[in-house]
């Protein structure tokens, strides 16, 4: 008997699935309620509703100034990484070269370095060329971690576009640019959003790589990391925590939608393709 459609084995399916999802969305639906408390410490018990901590962090300078220097920074990393990963990935699908195997295990080491070890040989190397800290190093660090992930999200989807359509491109005359344009790119948009908006979450999220190369001005998981001791202050900062959130839930929601819509277009359009394509 199949244990995954026997009775026993769906319950115990089912309490293992409600079980992960307590386990990961427990903490969330926890920093949702103390938002909310009229408590100036980060405790129970609950002490009334009240908004006033959505209202307190618009008053301090310093959390709208690191939410800034985060946006910068994520905007930074997500529009150059998306650049560099999109030829990267057609390189890596679409052509051959020598020792193609030991340059695509370069381009996705930073999947395996430690990231404090990524941030010390950073901070060496900025030191040693004479670079100053600011939001630009922290940028450099988070492209380096950020690409990787990119590529590996343009790659699949590159691999599932037939290369007959651009052969078929280039033998009416378009050359490589008009090609990308009209055929390789519109195809690829939706792995080009979802590489943009994980890219910039990366950065925006990342902490390790922004403490050794932050500047005088710091992101806000910097930020939020050095309020941690000082427990008057985490109301106000885990107000803008659900904020941040309750616009990622918003943003990964629509990109879903969107690359769903973008999927069926393609599997369409190569459907339509392999129609028409005589077999000989």
């Known amino acids: 008997m199949n244990v995954a459609v026997s009775t026993s084995g769906r319950r115990w399916l089912w309490v293992t699935f409600w079980i992960l999802v307590v386990f990961l969305y427990a903490?969330?639906?926890?920093?949702?309620?103390f938002s909310f408390n009229d408590r100036e410490l980060v405790s129970f018990p609950w002490e009334g509703?009240?908004?006033?901590?959505?209202r307190t962090f618009l008053d301090n300078p310093e959390?709208?100034?690191a939410l800034r220097a985060s946006l910068f920074v994520a905007a930074a990393t997500a529009i150059v990484t998306t650049i560099?990963?999109?030829?990267?990935?057609?390189a890596?699908?679409?052509?051959?070269f020598f020792a193609k195997g030991l340059v695509s295990g370069m381009m996705l080491a930073p999947l395996v370095i430690p990231l404090v070890v990524m941030g010390t040989a950073l901070l060496i190397l900025f030191n040693l060329v004479g670079i100053e800290f600011s939001l630009i190093t922290i940028a450099i660090g988070h492209i380096v971690i950020a690409l990787p992930f990119a590529i590996l999200i343009l790659v699949p989807r590159l691999e599932r576009i037939p290369a007959a359509l651009e052969?078929?491109?280039?033998?009416?005359?378009?050359?490589?640019?008009?090609t990308f344009r009209l055929?390789?790119?519109?195809?690829?948009?939706?792995?080009?959003?979802?590489?943009f908006l994980l890219s910039f979450v990366i950065s925006f999220d990342e902490v390790v790589m922004a403490t050794f190369l932050a500047g005088d001005q710091v992101t806000f998981p910097v930020y939020l990391y050095s309020q941690?001791?000082?427990p008057r202050q985490l109301p106000q900062v885990i107000a803008v925590a659900v904020v941040i959130l309750v616009i990622s839930a918003i943003v990964v929601t629509a990109s879903e939608v969107f690359r769903r819509v973008a999927d069926r277009r393609l599997e369409s359009q190569t459907a339509v393709h392999e129609e028409e394509v005589p077999v000989v």
Do not use: E
């Open 84 to 90: 560099l990963a999109i030829p990267a990935s057609i």
């Open 27 to 33: 903490p969330l639906v926890i920093l949702l309620i």
């Open 228 to 230: 941690l001791r000082l």
């Open 92 to 96: 890596l699908v679409r052509r051959r």
């Open 167 to 178: 052969d078929a491109s280039r033998d009416l005359g378009a050359g490589w640019f008009v």
């Open 183 to 195: 055929i390789t790119f519109p195809l690829l948009l939706p792995a080009v959003f979802s590489a």
């Open 63 to 65: 959390i709208p100034s």
């Open 49 to 54: 509703f009240t908004l006033r901590w959505y």
